[in-house]
Structure formats: structure tokens, C-alpha cells
């Protein structure tokens, strides 16, 4: 099935870095959404992008919608060890006005540095 | 209150066998989403109801996958005669809106998920 490109694939954080991932389609999206999937758990959404351009903030989490409607990064702030998880991009298709399923990236894998 | 839950948590099951999974959507929430993840992927859409419709399933990877929300809440997921690539876990997913809408009705909140292990 179609999956958006997301990357990088994984990262190791050190606790107060930044981090930032980002992810790209070839198709259109009307809305982009950033996930956090923990262990044994189901994706908890952290933000959503419903305009070209907009930028949006969630506490340490900025995200972005790119103009093209193609593409979004997510930037987290000062990494704490609880940012440690799966994140996920996904696209949001629309059914004529009503809203539909959504396309996931193949996520990113947090881990703290060794 | 209370969120999406699913059950069972894990499932094991001989290739060959059919399962059950059900997904209990969050009270009022007209949409209903299935997806399936595999290990170390993203989930991948099954299939939608809007209350008791089938709006769309053409996630499902086989006529051996069947989805059902007679009542529009509750939901099963049925796998008939269940192969090895079968193996995954599967998310349920519901929406309170079914207009598009910016905003939290829209969201989608995913359950725990069931873990289906065929042997």
C-alpha cells in the first residue's frame, strides 16, 4: 500500500538536543498529522496541519504544512527522555467533504544515546 | 472518558483458522477506521464505516478479510482462514465528525490494538 517517505528512519537523541524529521509525498494532502506511537500502544496524535504553510506548535513540538501540500517536518525542542517512541507522519485523504483514512510514514524511531 | 478500546490484546492463531477481532469505538463517534501494522511499519488503511456503512474497503488485502458494524458502534474484523502474512498488529481507529472539519472532531483516536500472531 501507498506510504508517505519519511526520515530519517531513526535517530538517537541526547537529552535537550532538538530534533527534527520530516516527510514528503507525491501526492496532496488537505491535512497532515504527526503521531507518537509508544510500545504495546496505539498512535496518539501530538498535532494537526490543516492549511498550506501554516505552522503549528504543541509545548516543545512545531510542526510544519508545507505549501506544496507534499511535504511537513516536525521539530521537537530540548529532548527529555520521554520523547523516546515511534513518530509518525500521515496524510489525511477527504471523501467529497467528509473525511477519510490516513496514508502513514514509515515512522521515525527515537532512542537515547548510549 | 473512555477511548477506543479493542479486544483481544494478542491473539495466536494456527494458519488456517479463522478470528474475531473486535474494536469498541469511543461513544458518539460516527467514523470508524481498521488498519493493519506490520512490524516495523506504519499502519495501512483496511476499511471505513460512517455509522453502520461501508464506505470504503479497499485496504482489505483479500475477499478473506470481512469488516462489520451492524449497530454502528461496535465492530468486528473477521479473518478467514487466517497465512502467516497475515500476521500484524490491527488498529481501530474512530472519528466523532463525519463532515470535514477543522478541528478536534475530526480526529482520529486508535485503540491499543490487537496483535494477531499466525503460526
Known amino acids: 500500500g501507498q506510504q508517505l517517505n519519511q526520515s530519517p528512519q531513526s535517530m538517537f537523541i541526547q537529552e535537550g538536543e532538538d530534533v527534527s524529521m520530516n516527510c514528503t509525498s507525491s501526492s496532496i494532502f488537505n491535512t497532515w498529522l504527526w503521531y507518537k506511537q509508544d510500545p504495546g500502544e496505539g498512535p496518539v496524535l501530538l498535532i494537526a496541519?490543516?492549511?498550506?504553510?501554516e505552522l503549528t506548535s504543541n509545548g516543545r513540538l512545531t510542526a510544519q504544512f508545507g505549501i506544496t501540500r507534499k511535504d511537513s517536518f516536525l521539530n521537537i525542542s530540548a529532548s527529555i527522555p520521554s520523547d523516546v517512541g515511534i513518530y509518525f507522519c500521515?496524510?489525511?485523504?477527504?471523501?467529497?467533504?467528509?473525511?477519510?483514512?490516513?496514508?502513514f510514514g514509515k515512522g521515525t524511531k527515537l532512542s537515547v544515546k548510549p | 472518558g473512555a477511548g477506543v478500546s479493542q479486544s483481544p490484546r494478542y491473539k495466536v492463531a494456527k494458519r488456517g483458522q479463522d478470528v474475531a477481532l473486535r474494536c469498541d469505538p469511543i461513544?458518539?463517534?460516527?467514523?470508524l477506521f481498521w488498519y493493519q501494522q506490520a512490524l516495523g511499519q506504519g499502519p495501512e488503511f483496511l476499511t471505513y464505516?460512517?455509522?453502520?456503512?461501508?464506505?470504503?474497503k479497499s485496504g482489505l488485502p483479500s475477499d478473506r478479510f470481512f469488516a462489520e458494524r451492524p449497530e454502528g458502534s461496535v465492530s468486528t474484523l473477521k479473518i478467514q482462514r487466517t497465512q502467516q502474512e497475515d500476521s500484524a498488529v490491527y488498529l481501530c481507529a474512530s472519528s466523532f465528525s463525519r463532515r470535514l472539519l477543522a478541528g478536534d472532531g475530526d480526529t482520529q483516536y486508535f485503540g491499543p490494538g490487537t496483535r494477531l500472531t499466525v503460526l
Open positions: 461513544s458518539g463517534h460516527v467514523s
Open positions: 500521515a496524510g489525511q485523504l477527504s471523501y467529497g467533504g467528509s473525511q477519510g483514512n490516513l496514508i
Open positions: 464505516f460512517q455509522n453502520e456503512a461501508q464506505l470504503d
Open positions: 496541519l490543516y492549511k498550506a504553510g
